[in-house]
């Protein structure tokens, strides 16, 4: 079964500074997805950073960036220029591909979370 | 585009009582997900349908949830008796597609704050 750890219970940064957020997983497939979720105190969970595994290049949304290193089993979140809006727990979740489909069905895995705090 | 709704917000029963949960996925969407979270924690499915039927309820206990998606289109989550241990967020999301697809994003409701007494 894959796993997902989140070592960073909290994290703090300061405004326009930069972060990262870390997260390995365990998984025997050579084939997956990686994504960033962001849930603010709403509870609403929104997609941040989506990175699929057969790709080397690292994924980039504007200020999200991710360092996906797959023989580590490793996949990092950097956050930019942090703004105040960036505070929330960030989640790290893994999903396998259609191919490998059997017990997870393609749901998301989770990490416990990492909650972030940005000081003006 | 409307996203995901979920029905209510807030909820607060006794243990032994009875609660059910309501989500309306984004229109078109074929695959619905009910997720746990415990606070403190990520979240966990439940369960997973695809149109109106199960993909995959492996870690729904049985005993006390129930689910269904009637017609393919709303979800709703039922427990009885609700136990102490149940107190969590209940989310709902949704996606294009589930089997097909798996870069597919899932989109996630508000959720439903369950405390049970």
């Known amino acids: 079964a894959q796993t997902v750890t989140q070592s960073q219970p909290e994290m703090s940064v300061q405004e326009a500074e930069t972060v990262t957020l870390s997260c390995t997983y365990d998984?025997?497939?050579?084939?997956?997805?990686l994504f960033w979720y962001k849930q603010p105190p709403s509870r609403q969970m929104i997609l941040v950073i989506r990175q699929e595994a057969y790709k080397q290049q690292n994924a980039t949304e504007n200020r999200f960036s991710v360092n996906f290193q797959k023989a580590a089993k490793s996949f990092s979140l950097k956050i930019s220029d942090s703004q105040l809006g960036d505070a929330a727990m960030y989640f790290c979740a893994y999903r396998s591909t259609p191919l490998n489909y059997g017990g997870s069905q393609g749901n998301l895995i989770f990490g416990k979370g990492t909650k972030l705090s940005v000081k003006p | 585009e409307a996203g995901v709704a979920q029905s209510p917000r807030y909820k607060i029963i006794e243990k032994r009582q009875s609660v059910a949960f309501w989500c309306n996925p984004i229109s078109g969407h074929a695959t619905l997900y009910w997720y746990q979270q415990i606070l403190g924690q990520g979240p966990k499915l439940l369960i997973q349908f695809q149109n109106n039927g199960v993909v995959d309820d492996s870690q729904l206990p049985k005993d006390r949830f129930s689910a269904e998606r009637l017609k393919g289109v709303d979800s709703t989550l039922k427990i009885q008796p609700a136990k102490l241990e149940d107190s969590a967020v209940y989310l709902c999301a949704s996606s294009p597609r589930g089997l097909a697809g798996g870069r597919y994003e899932q989109y996630f409701g508000p959720g439903t704050r369950l405390t049970v007494t």
């Open positions: 998984t025997s497939e050579s084939d997956y997805y």
